[in-house]
C-alpha cells in the first residue's frame, strides 16, 4: 500500500491497512503479547523517569494516558507504576467523536463506555485545555509509519483529539504511540490526509522512535 493524499483511494488504502494490522494483532501469541507489554513499560517507565519532571499543582505532573483493551499492549501495570508521581487521566469517549478525560489511580472502578469497547471511570470529566502540568500523551494505535502517521481503531476519537491539538504548535505536549514491534511501519506505509497530524514518536518494545524533527537516529 501507498500514502495518498486524500479521496476515496486513500480511505479504502488505510481501511484495509486496518483490517491487516487487526489480523495481525490478533495473531500474536498471549504469551509474546504480555511478555511486549511489560517491555513496553519498561520503556516508558525510563522515558519518564529521565525527561519528566514533576510540574504541575503540588509538584505532580499529569500523564495523558489509556486503558489498553486486549489484544492491545496491556497498560494498566505502567499505569499503575506512574501512579506514585504522577497524575494519571484517561480518555472518556463523549459525543460527537470527542475526548474528555477523568482521573484514574490503580482500583479505580470503571464502567464500560456506551461509545466504544472500553472501560471508562466515572467521576468529573475535564477537557483536555483544564488539565494542568501534561507533560506527555500515550496515544493508542493499531500501526504506526516513521512519519509518525497512525492507523487507530476506526472510532475517529483520537483524529479530532490531535487534530484540535496541532504536533507543531509552540510548546506542543510530546504525544507518543504504543504499539508492538511488527506495528512500527516503514516511513509512508499510512495513508495522510492533509488534516491528519503526525506523532512525535512510538514506543516499542524494543525502545522508543522519534520520528520527523525529533527523529531518532537509525
Aim: with cysteine.
Amino acid at each position: 500500500m501507498t500514502r495518498s493524499g486524500s479521496g476515496i483511494d486513500g480511505h479504502d488504502d488505510k481501511v484495509r491497512l486496518r483490517t491487516w494490522l487487526r489480523e495481525r494483532r490478533e495473531a500474536l501469541e498471549p504469551a509474546d503479547r504480555a511478555a511486549q507489554s511489560r517491555d513496553l513499560a519498561r520503556q516508558v517507565l525510563e522515558h519518564v523517569g529521565s525527561t519528566i519532571l514533576p510540574t504541575g499543582e503540588g509538584g505532580r505532573s499529569t500523564i495523558a494516558a489509556y486503558l489498553g483493551v486486549a489484544p492491545e499492549p496491556d497498560t494498566i501495570a505502567l499505569l499503575t507504576a506512574l501512579a506514585p508521581d504522577h497524575d494519571i487521566v484517561v480518555p472518556i469517549c463523549e459525543p460527537r467523536y470527542q475526548l474528555s478525560w477523568a482521573a484514574w489511580t490503580p482500583g479505580t472502578p470503571l464502567e464500560r463506555s456506551v461509545r466504544a469497547p472500553v472501560g471508562e471511570p466515572g467521576g468529573r470529566r475535564f477537557a483536555f485545555t483544564e488539565l494542568t502540568g501534561v507533560r506527555l500523551i500515550l496515544v493508542p494505535a493499531l500501526g504506526i509509519d516513521q512519519d509518525g502517521q497512525r492507523v487507530g481503531q476506526g472510532g475517529g476519537y483520537y483524529d479530532r483529539f490531535l487534530a484540535d491539538h496541532p504536533h507543531d504548535a509552540p510548546n506542543a505536549v510530546p504525544r507518543l504511540g504504543i504499539v508492538y514491534r511488527s506495528e512500527l511501519l516503514p516511513a509512508g506505509r499510512v495513508p495522510a490526509r492533509p488534516y491528519d497530524q503526525p506523532l512525535h514518536g512510538a514506543f516499542t518494545a524494543d525502545g522508543l522512535r522519534l520520528f520527523g524533527a525529533r527523529a531518532t537516529p537509525v
